[in-house]
C-alpha cells in the first residue's frame, strides 16, 4: 500500500469517527435544547398559576 492510500484511509476513519461523534453531539445538544424549552414553559405555567391563586 503506498503512503497516499494509507493516508487517505487513515483519513476517512478519522472522518467516519468524527461524524459519529457529531451524531452524538447534535442529539445530545436537541436534549439540552428541549429540556430548556421545557424549564421555560415549567416557569411560565408556574408564573400564570401563582397570578392566579
Known amino acids: ?3 497516499d492510500q494509507q493516508f ?4 476517512a476513519g478519522e472522518l467516519a ?6 451524531s452524538h ?5 436537541k436534549q439540552v435544547q428541549a429540556g430548556k424549552q ?3 414553559l415549567l416557569k411560565h405555567g408556574l ?3 401563582d397570578v392566579e391563586y
Open 17 to 22: 469517527r468524527l461524524n459519529h461523534e457529531l
Open 38 to 40: 421545557s424549564v421555560e
Open 47 to 49: 408564573t400564570r398559576r
Open 25 to 29: 453531539t447534535t442529539s445530545w445538544v
Open 8 to 11: 487517505l484511509d487513515a483519513l
Open 1 to 3: 500500500m503506498n503512503p
